[in-house]
């Protein structure tokens, strides 16, 4: 996992191309123009979907992770907690291959409260679970980066 401000850390100091890629990509473009669904930048290499929902009690919410790309997760708009842990750690139901997500179940090691101009990169071995609330259920619109392992 890498958690930053878009705007204050060093491009050079992230060691993906893609995850670099994508942070450059939210520096140089207004997110929050964009409308909801997928935006193509490289093809399915690096590509960013963007929704709007309303945050969710923690207990709603449920892990997940990925096998073919890594998430790079900004909020536009709100602020949501996102939690994290080492897949490892938790309890992993099937994966579904066609969508390249599985659900787990279990416990966090960390947190991160989410606003807008910072970014959380979340590779294949990060269990995330997004969409937490911060206090009460908020509306957020958020852009997920998807970037091709």
């Known amino acids: 996992m890498i958690f930053g401000s878009i705007h204050e850390i060093d491009l050079n100091e992230i060691g993906h191309e893609g995850v670099r890629r994508a942070v450059e990509y939210a520096r140089t473009h207004d997110l929050a123009a964009l409308e909801p669904g997928r935006h193509a930048i490289d093809g399915d290499a690096l590509f960013v979907n963007v929704s709007e929902y309303a945050t969710k009690p923690f207990e709603e ?58 970014f959380v990169a979340c590779f294949p071995g990060d269990g995330h679970k997004p969409g937490i609330a911060v206090g009460e259920s908020a509306p957020v619109k958020k852009a997920v980066f998807k970037v091709l392992v």
């Open 61 to 118: 919410c449920k892990f997940e992770a990925h096998r073919r790309y890594i998430d790079v997760q900004m909020v536009v708009r709100g602020a949501e907690r996102i939690d994290v842990q080492p897949i490892g750690k938790l309890e992993a139901e099937p994966f579904d291959e066609a969508a390249d997500n599985m659900f787990l179940g279990g416990h966090a090691n960390a947190s991160v409260v989410m606003a807008p101009g910072l």
